[in-house]
């Protein structure tokens, strides 16, 4: 095994190094979830804010990375990414070993098209499991996890995860606080309008 992956070129063997580890996490993922271990816990933001850059008081990057209302960048989708890229651009460089950075693009533009229709595919399953005969009023006094940052004194929405008549779902999410309430931050749900929770910093 080490003497053929010494045998291969510096450009396969970077592929291949990334696009292992990145299928082996892909399938573990996929194992637990199967067993219903795991869950959301391996899609975790890697985005996030970003603070006093070049003078500026808050720079949020959350926003680069969305798509509609979805997350784009996040644990999930990266390693989907890198896993596609790898097996992808090794399989372009058996075809064209003369030319890796065409190799490279094609898996690049294929690993992002699988994260995103992975990262749209998981939205659709967090609306379905968020859909149904679940009540929301019985999510007020409930703790929340802020999965996307709620911008202050209602000036828009933002969405939360909590676990609800025992499911995990996801909720649009408003709040009157002064200041916005950034991702990751923990909320305690006030009050339920029109299915919108409405939520305060715990």
């Given at each position: ?5 010494q ?10 190094i ?5 299928t082996v996490?892909?399938?573990?993922q996929?194992?637990l ?13 890697v985005?996030?804010d970003?603070?006093d850059?070049g003078?500026?008081?808050?720079v949020?990057?959350e ?7 979805i997350k784009?960048l996040?644990f ?16 372009m ?7 890796w ?5 094609i898996?690049?533009?294929?690993g992002f ?6 990262a ?11 859909e149904?005969n679940?009540?929301?009023k019985?999510?007020?006094g409930?703790k ?6 709620i911008?202050a004194?209602k ?12 499911r995990?779902v ?20 006030t009050?339920v309008?029109s ?8």
């Amino acid at each position: 095994m080490i003497q053929w992956l010494q045998d291969l070129s510096t450009f396969q063997q970077i592929m291949f190094i990334l696009a292992v580890p990145a299928t082996v996490i892909l399938l573990v993922q996929f194992i637990l979830v199967l067993f219903g271990i795991g869950g959301d816990g391996f899609d975790a933001d890697v985005g996030g804010d970003v603070h006093d850059i070049g003078g500026a008081d808050h720079v949020n990057t959350e926003g680069f990375f969305m798509l509609g209302g979805i997350k784009l960048l996040t644990f999930r989708n990266m390693v989907s990414l890198l896993a596609v890229m790898g097996w992808i651009s090794l399989g372009m460089y058996d075809v064209m070993p003369d030319h890796w950075y065409l190799a490279l693009l094609i898996g690049l533009a294929s690993g992002f098209a699988v994260a995103l229709l992975l990262a749209v595919a998981m939205n659709a399953v967090m609306k379905l499991q968020a859909e149904g005969n679940a009540d929301y009023k019985k999510a007020i006094g409930c703790k929340a996890t802020v999965y996307l940052r709620i911008p202050a004194k209602k000036q828009g929405k933002g969405k939360i995860n909590l676990n609800l008549q025992e499911r995990f779902v996801e909720i649009d999410a408003m709040t009157e606080d002064e200041e916005e309430i950034r991702t990751g931050s923990i909320v305690i749900v006030t009050a339920v309008e029109s299915e919108i929770a409405i939520v305060k910093k715990a």
